[in-house]
């Protein structure tokens, strides 16, 4: 099996009389209202809401199925006095989902503590080992976040053990949920609340804004400061952003004016992780994705979460330099152990005679760390365009992570192969199992079995889905001033890409011998435009059509306009 080289390109096409009313309602561009009907905004008041969306237009979070059940456990463990611990997940919707509650908890007079499991040794969400050291300090409600929503048994011992349990979860629930005091997750049959693709942060945070809200009617406030949540909200980004949930209704909105509190700074932790970063100026999820995130990430891929935990929540500037650092210096060793497993799994692939004509992809190695192996799973799928399972074995059990492609869930093909497997959760892009090794090979071919029945040739070419067709004298500075108002930009709400065709190839280099910079002209204009790792792309043909986003280049004080490049093509194919 090679790497996939080619894409098709996929125009979309809007209703042309939604465009026009879009365009009319909210006063914008026909391209700007296009690009709304692309993202699904075909009525105008949703249009109208998705450009001016404020913190107001949040849902009423007791419109989540539990909310009220897990307020008023909540309230009467405040009352009470009673230990309440929030149980999170290792990544960083987990580890900010926890941080999000215990600080709010305790800002309010909880007597609340955390519980992260450490990926090696207790696995993924709640375990037995796990809810008895949490019933030894003396807790009695648990809280989870990111996860429990498959927690059957480990329910059932929370309740032996007199500990209420109280589950918020986004991952896709079993047929049956578990016995818990309240289960919040707006996946589960009976849920009415509009927005279905909520990080667990966004979860946690909706718990968050209810519990407030049952505060301040019982007067809980009357002496003390009310906690400003929109402070809150950079915790929110970083796990909504990180989790890579679609950045539509309720998390756009988080987004939104979490980008602004992470831009700010306020939390010194936030501030510190930016430091080790080397990000500064205006926060974007790019940033987000590849800068902070993978930082906060590092510590719970290889070893323990709560050093990232406590980098969030802490109030001293050196103890948060501190963590920072660590966390970087993390961050390095994950990179070389990635670099390492990809390696070796792409050369698992290449030329592998046993994967011709499989359409999924499954690998497994007693070498590799369980930690990394998603991510590496992530870069599998794009050279390869495959669904695909990476496997770490340990003596004789497997811990495997998963990555898909559009047309393929991959929650859906685990349950379908769910006979082989001991343990498995997730959604329809990602998702996690344990595995005995012993029948991995009946796995892999069951696995395959299912991708064959659900994937055709077709859905195996990567496909780049484009905007509009525009023409030279379209793209201006104030196109790309406009096209901002759409923005953040992530999942579900992709930046805007065009293509301009039979353009001219005036100039064409390699920079740094992986990225290809290009002068070309059409219509009498000349624009600039990078292709990043792009090198082996460098066209031959003298007109070319030009797949890209709009991009701002400041240099010397002077703005231009850069053709950031997707995807490029010898002019006249329409592929």
């Known amino acids: 099996m090679e790497p996939v080289s080619e894409r098709r390109w996929n125009i979309k096409i809007a209703d042309d009389e939604a465009v026009g009313k879009i365009s009319a309602h909210c006063s914008v561009s026909p391209l700007l209202a296009l690009l709304l009907a692309n993202r699904g905004m075909i009525e105008p008041l949703g249009a109208a809401r998705f450009l001016s969306s404020t913190l107001s237009d949040l849902h009423d979070p007791f419109i989540l199925l539990g909310m009220d059940a897990a307020v008023g456990r909540l309230c009467a463990a405040l009352e009470r006095g009673e230990k309440v611990c929030i149980h999170g997940d290792y ?13 709010f908890m305790r800002a309010v007079g ?101 519990l407030r809200s049952r505060l301040r009617d019982q007067g809980c406030f009357a002496g003390r400061p009310e906690p400003n949540l929109r402070q809150f909200l950079d915790l929110v980004a970083l796990g909504t952003v990180a989790d890579v949930v679609p950045l539509l209704d309720e998390n756009r909105i988080f987004v939104k004016y979490g980008l602004a509190e992470l831009t700010s700074g306020e939390r010194l932790g936030v501030r510190a ?12 999820c790019g940033a987000v994705g590849f800068r902070l995130a993978p930082r906060l990430n590092a510590a719970g891929r290889l070893e323990d979460a709560a050093p990232g935990v406590e980098l969030l929540l802490t109030g001293d500037p050196q103890a948060a330099a501190a963590i920072a650092a660590d966390l970087d210096t993390g961050n390095v060793e994950r990179q070389a152990l ?33 930690g990394v192996i998603g991510i590496v799973a992530s870069r599998i799928v794009e050279m390869f365009h495959r669904p695909t399972i990476l496997i770490a074995l340990q003596d004789g059990n497997g811990k495997g992570s998963g990555r898909s492609i559009p047309r393929f869930h991959l929650y859906d093909a685990l349950k379908a192969c769910s006979e082989h497997l001991l343990k498995f959760g997730g959604h329809k892009h990602a998702a996690g199992l344990s595995i005995d090794e012993a029948i991995l090979e009946e796995f892999t071919e069951r696995f395959d079995e299912v991708a064959a029945g659900v994937l055709s040739p077709e859905d195996l070419t990567p496909e780049l889905m484009i905007d509009a067709e525009l023409s030279p004298a379209d793209l201006t500075l104030e196109l790309v001033g406009e096209l901002a108002s759409l923005k953040p930009f992530g999942m579900g709400n992709p930046e805007p890409v065009f293509v301009c065709r039979g353009m001219e190839v005036e100039d064409a280099r390699i920079l740094k011998e992986q990225h290809l910079k290009l002068r070309v002209a059409a219509g009498g204009l ?32 002077r703005q231009s306009l850069q053709l950031k490049v997707k995807d490029i093509k010898e002019a006249g194919n329409r592929q």
């Open 110 to 210: 909880f007597h609340v503590f955390y519980h992260i499991p450490l990926r090696l040794e207790d696995g993924y969400g709640l375990s037995s080992t796990g809810l008895q050291r949490i019933a030894g300090q003396g807790a009695k409600v648990v809280v989870t976040v990111d996860c429990g929503i498959t927690a059957m048994e480990e329910a059932k011992l929370a309740r032996s053990l007199g500990i209420d349990l109280i589950i918020t979860d986004h991952h896709t629930p079993g047929e049956l949920l578990p016995e818990a005091c309240a289960v919040i997750n707006p996946l589960q049959p009976g849920c009415t609340f509009p927005c279905k693709t909520l990080a667990g942060v966004g979860v946690a945070f909706n718990l968050m804004i209810a």
């Open 273 to 284: 992780l930016k430091d080790v970063a080397g990000v500064d100026g205006e926060v974007g």
């Open 526 to 557: 000349r624009f600039d435009a990078i292709a990043f790792n792009m090198a082996s792309r460098k066209p031959t043909g003298r007109l070319v059509d030009i797949a890209f986003t709009l991009d701002i280049n400041t240099w010397n004080g």
């Open 338 to 370: 990635e670099r390492r497993i990809l390696q070796e799994a792409v050369s698992m692939v290449k030329g592998n005679p046993k994967l011709k004509g499989k359409k999924s992809i499954v690998l497994a190695s007693d070498e590799w760390h369980p």
């Open 91 to 103: 990544d960083v919707d987990g580890v900010t989902s926890v941080a999000l509650l215990a600080s």
